[in-house]
């Protein structure tokens, strides 16, 4: 692998730690922590930083992604498909958790998929199909 193509998914793993990373910490320390009356207005305030983040870290991993698709021409893999379909989903979800925003079941199955995703990322990477 060239450097060029290095620095493309290392961009791609960067987002990816941001992605996943961010509703860990999110998810386990920041909501349980806010959850009090008096921080309502902040915790609401952290939610949408880190919305706007995750959203930026999104767009960068598709970009990436679908670059690296191309040049190592993966686009026949069963497992890239199995990976758009969950993103695809991913994206589905966090649209209906801002309709939603109370429906907290959305949170966790964004990042079960999530979570699923990476292991499929790692199996592409890996030649597993
Ligand atoms: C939430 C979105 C995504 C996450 C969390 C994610 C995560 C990952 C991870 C963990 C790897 C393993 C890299 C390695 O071990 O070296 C990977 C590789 C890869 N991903 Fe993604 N990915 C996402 C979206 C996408 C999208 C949208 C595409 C394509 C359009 C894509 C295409 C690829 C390709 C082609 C590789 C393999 C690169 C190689 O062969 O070295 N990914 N991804």
Request: aromatic share 10%; glycine share 10%; charged share 15%.
């Amino acid at each position: 692998m060239t450097d060029g193509w290095r620095f493309v998914l290392y961009l791609h793993l960067l987002s990816m730690a941001f992605f996943v990373g961010g509703q860990l910490v999110f998810g386990l320390a920041v909501v349980p922590l806010m959850r009090g009356e008096g921080d309502r207005e902040r915790l609401r305030a952290v939610a949408r930083r880190f919305g706007y983040g995750s959203l930026a870290a999104l767009l960068v991993l598709i970009l990436t992604g679908w670059a690296m698709a191309s040049h190592f021409q993966l686009w026949d893999s069963s497992t890239l498909r199995w990976k758009l379909a969950l993103v695809a989903l991913v994206i589905v979800l966090a649209l209906s958790h801002l309709r939603y925003p109370k429906l907290h079941a959305l949170q966790g199955a964004i990042l079960l998929a999530s979570l699923v995703i990476v292991w499929l990322g790692l199996e592409l990477a890996t030649g597993g199909g």
